[in-house]
Every structure is written in C-alpha cells, then in structure tokens.
C-alpha cells in the first residue's frame, strides 16, 4: 500500500512536470475549503467568456470542466487552469465571488490579447496573493472593480501593469481594506475618464504617492479617497480638475492629519 502511494506520488509530479512544460498558458489557482463549504458547489471560475477553451485540473489531474466544483473533505486544493488558445480577450469577471480562493499564479498565463479586466476578482475576500510577473496589460483598456473588495491582500504588485490604453479604472480598489501599501508609480492616466471610488475603504492605507497621475481627461473622481481612514498622505502635485464634472464625497472621511 506504501509502495502503491509513493509510485501515485511519483507519476503525478511527473505528470505536474511534463504538463506544465508542454502547456505554458495557464492559471495556478489554490482554494481553502473549510468545514462548513463541503458538499457544497463553490464557485472556482466564471467561465463564460472561455467556450470551453479551458481546461480544469485539481492537483494537476484532470476533471471535467464545469464552473463549480463540489469539495468531499476540507482542506487545500490547488486548481490548474490550462488555456488551450493565447487570443483570450476578456477576463472579465474571472473569478468573481470565488470566497474560497486564497492564491492566484499569473507567471505562466499569456496575456498578450486581453483588453478587459473588469472585476477580474470581485469579492475574492479571502486572497491573499496574486502573482502578475510577466502579466501583459499592453491593450487593456477597462479595469473597473478589478480588486473589488479583496478584504484579504495586504500587497499588490501592478508596478508592472502598462495601463497607457486603460479609459476606466473606477471601483478598481474599492474596499481593499487591508493594503497597507501600493506602488502606482508606473501608471499611465491619460486616457482614463472615470476614477469614481478608486480607493474607497482602503481603510489601511496610510501614503499614497499618485504625483504621476494626469488626470486631465477624468470627469468622475466622485469618492476617490473616501473613507480611506488611515491616510495621512496623498502625493497628488498633477491633479488637474479642469475636466472633472463630479468630485461628490472625494475626500470623505479622511484622517483629520492629513
């Protein structure tokens, strides 16, 4: 029976090896299933945008594809999502209400083609880490409500993001309440119009360095910090207004220092 165990483990991670060699384009996704989700159908991916283009693997064995998954017994399952074209346009709504979710690994997906983002991770409230390296946000031109109260992540890595084409990014950190810092340096404003909500609730947030922002095409930057409890900083020199029709609520709530 130990022999029969070892030889099981062997050829999965033989297996693991020779697939995620032959297969580059996929997704690492890892979910926490307590006590009180089994026998239930979980939600482990929005697949409508795909058509079947995706395939599902649990510990990197493969199960038939299908939008939820129902979990026997409680503990860490990792998923492997394995895209079988590279021209995938949207990923819009991803994985939105997956609870469950913990970990997401983007360093082997290609994302040359995507041009939607947009509550990519809605009410993921458990996910603690995203891995974007090598995430390709050249034609992306919509990330509204991308982070949607991802109450979990503490960090978030976009330092990379090329956002020269991105119009909307309203909502896109709306009650991230536990990131405590985020590097938006690298980001290209140009051409957004809406940044209503931006930061709202990002109640850990204490600095916020956006001098590079130019926000000389915005017109609705309605709540953009509001309720943001914790900052006391807010480097925003280029602010332009000349453009901008609604600033309802923009500094709502806001440390008394700052």
Do not use: R, W
């Not at 095409?217 to 309605?222: A, E, H, I, P």
């Amino acid at each position: 029976m130990i022999k029969t165990k070892k030889v099981k483990k062997y050829l999965i991670l033989i297996f693991k090896l020779l697939y995620l060699k032959k297969n580059p384009n996929h997704i690492i996704a890892v979910y926490d299933i307590k006590n009180e989700d089994l026998f239930k159908n979980i939600k482990i991916i929005n697949s409508n945008n795909f058509d079947n283009s995706c395939d599902l693997f649990l510990d990197y064995i493969q199960i038939n594809f299908n939008e939820n998954y129902e979990f026997k017994k409680e503990g860490i399952y990792t998923f492997k999502f394995d895209f079988k074209g590279n021209k995938i346009k949207s990923l819009k709504k991803l994985f939105s209400n997956c609870y469950n979710l913990i970990s997401l690994d983007f360093s082997k997906f290609i994302s040359d083609e995507v041009t939607d983002m947009s509550y990519m991770f809605y009410y993921c409230q458990k996910l603690e880490q995203i891995i974007f390296e090598s995430f390709n946000t050249d034609d992306v031109s919509n990330m509204c409500g991308m982070f949607y109260c991802c109450e979990s992540l503490k960090e978030i890595d976009v330092s990379k993001f090329n956002t020269n084409n991105v119009t909307d990014m309203s909502y896109m950190f709306f009650l991230c309440s536990s990131l405590k810092k985020l590097n938006l340096y690298n980001f290209n404003t140009d051409k957004i119009d809406n940044m209503s909500y931006m930061f709202y609730q990002c109640i850990s947030l204490e600095e916020l360095n956006i001098d590079n922002f130019d926000t000389i095409n915005v017109n609705d930057m309605k709540g953009i910090f509001c309720e943001c409890i914790k900052l006391k900083e807010i480097k925003i020199n280029g602010l332009n207004l000349n453009n901008i029709k609604n600033m309802d609520n923009m500094f709502g709530l806001l440390s008394t220092d700052l």
